[in-house]
Antibody, heavy 121, light 110 residues
C-alpha cells in the first residue's frame, strides 16, 4: 500500500542541525511533490516547503529560507529535510506528506507517521 | 505569509452539525480554489478530509463537507460523532508555489 515511513526521533543541542528522512513506497516516488510540515507543542501545523522528487526543484516557506534544505535520493525513493541552526522553538513533530502530481501546492493525501525532534541543552 | 484565521475552538453535541471557518485574503483563500482541510488526532498523522474547497477523497464520510465564499472557507461536520473530536486545520495555496495553514480549531464533542 501507499505509505511514507519516517526516521526515528532525534535530540539535538541548540545550534546543531537535524536531518529527517521519509521513505516512500507503493507509488512512483518521482511523480508526486513531497512536502514537509511540522507541529510544535501547543501550536498548529506549519508548512515548511516542498521538493519535486523528479527534478530536485524546491520551494521553501519564507520563514525557513536559508535554514532548511530539502533533498531526495530517487534510487531509494527517499526524501530528506535538513534544518540547521536549531533553536528551542524548533522542537516539534516533523511530517512528510505527499502532494499532487501537477500543482506544487494542493492537498496532502498521504502522511508520514511523524518524527519528533527535540532541541535541548 | 500570514496564517489563515480559524476559531481556536468549536463544539457540538452528538448528532448536531458544526461549521468551522477559515478566513484569509484575496491572495490566498479568495484567490484560488486550492483550499484543503485536515483532521489531526494527537499522536497520529493528519488526515485529508477535503481538497480543492469541496472535494472529498474516497473513504472520507459524507458527513464532512467544504465550501468557500469570498475570502472565507468553511468545513461542516454533520451528524457529529465522538470520534470527530480532534484538531482541524485549513490550508490554502498562497501564490508563488507556496501555501499557508490556519492556526487550527479544536473540536469538542459534548
Amino acid at each position: 500500500q501507499v505509505q511514507l515511513v519516517q526516521s526515528g526521533a532525534e535530540v539535538k543541542k541548540p545550534g546543531a542541525s537535524v536531518k529527517v528522512s521519509c521513505k516512500a513506497s507503493g507509488y512512483t516516488f518521482t511523480a508526486y511533490f513531497m512536502h514537509w510540515l511540522r507541529r510544535a507543542p501547543g501550536q498548529g501545523l506549519e508548512w515548511m516547503g516542498w521538493i519535486n522528487p523528479n527534478s530536485g526543484a524546491t520551494k521553501y516557506a519564507q520563514k525557513f529560507q536559508g535554514r532548511v534544505t530539502m533533498t531526495r535520493d530517487t534510487s531509494i525513493s527517499t526524501a530528506y529535510v535538513e534544518l540547521s541552526s536549531l533553536g528551542f522553538d524548533d522542537t516539534a513533530v516533523y511530517y512528510c506528506a505527499r502532494g499532487t502530481t501537477i500543482s506544487p501546492y494542493d492537498a496532502f493525501d498521504i502522511w508520514g507517521q511523524g518524527t519528533m525532534v527535540t532541541v535541548s541543552s | 505569509q500570514s496564517a489563515l484565521t480559524q476559531p481556536p475552538s468549536a463544539s457540538g453535541s452528538p448528532g448536531q452539525s458544526v461549521t468551522i471557518s477559515c478566513t484569509g485574503t484575496s491572495r490566498d483563500v479568495g484567490g484560488y480554489n486550492y483550499v484543503s482541510w485536515y483532521q489531526h488526532h494527537p499522536g497520529r498523522a493528519p488526515k485529508l478530509l477535503i481538497s480543492e474547497v469541496s472535494r472529498r477523497p474516497s473513504g472520507v464520510p459524507d458527513r464532512f463537507s467544504g465550501s468557500k465564499s469570498g475570502n472565507t472557507a468553511s468545513l461542516t461536520v454533520s451528524g457529529l460523532q465522538a470520534e470527530d473530536e480532534a484538531d482541524y486545520y485549513c490550508s490554502s495555496y498562497a501564490g508563488s508555489d507556496r501555501g499557508v495553514f490556519g492556526g487550527g480549531t479544536k473540536l469538542t464533542v459534548l
